[in-house]
């Protein structure tokens, strides 16, 4: 896998560092450019939560394309070490909070802000993309009333769909696939129909 790179908006071309290890699984640039253009301009002056945010490669290009703030969540002392140079390289710093927690800790926790976009993005093959689903749904106000839940996953772990009777805030209204990679594109249930009247 080639540098990861910002590759658009104000930090264009500036290189990332990866995080040291196989404990993260940093998204490509053809994934992450898909990924911005379906979110498109709506990105300007939004919010993103990065729940298990690696190298921050998806926050960051969020700031860099106009994004207002985003809150970095990971466990791992290098990923937050990681995301912190990356913020520092692309003069980013100032739009942005990184938090050494438990993702699940975090996302149980008193909310204190709501978000435009929620990303997950967790390691792979362990389910854990699930319990985080389940977890926003469980504690929804973490996300805006019109806002994503977007997450990350390999297509072979896209088996039991957690919708099927357990999500009772959030209903799945898109999907992606890109080689190895899968995204699935959640909303607030009811917010899908209540736009397009």
Request: hydrophobic residues 40%; without cysteine.
């Amino acid at each position: 896998m080639g540098s990861l790179r910002v590759i658009s908006g104000t930090a264009k071309g500036r290189k990332l560092h990866s995080v040291p290890g196989d404990t993260t699984r940093p998204i490509t640039d053809r994934v992450k450019e898909s990924l911005f253009n379906i979110v498109g301009g709506d990105i300007i002056n939004a919010s993103l939560l990065d729940l298990f945010a690696g190298t921050g490669s998806v926050g960051i290009e969020a700031l860099s394309r106009g994004a207002k703030f985003v809150r970095f969540i990971d466990i791992n002392t290098q990923a937050i070490k990681t995301i912190k140079f990356n913020l520092a390289n692309t003069e980013l710093v100032s739009k942005a909070e990184v938090h050494r927690k438990d993702a699940f800790v975090y996302i149980h926790s008193s909310v204190d802000r709501e978000f435009d976009y929620v990303y997950i993005a967790p390691p792979q093959y362990k389910d854990l993309w699930k319990r985080a689903l389940l977890s926003v749904d469980a504690n929804i106000n973490w996300l805006a009333s019109d806002g994503w839940v977007i997450v990350q996953i390999h297509p072979l772990e896209y088996r039991d769909e957690p919708e099927s009777g357990y999500l009772n805030r959030l209903i799945k209204f898109d999907d992606r696939k890109y080689g190895s990679t899968l995204l699935l594109f959640y909303q607030r249930v009811g917010e899908r129909e209540q736009s397009n009247k």
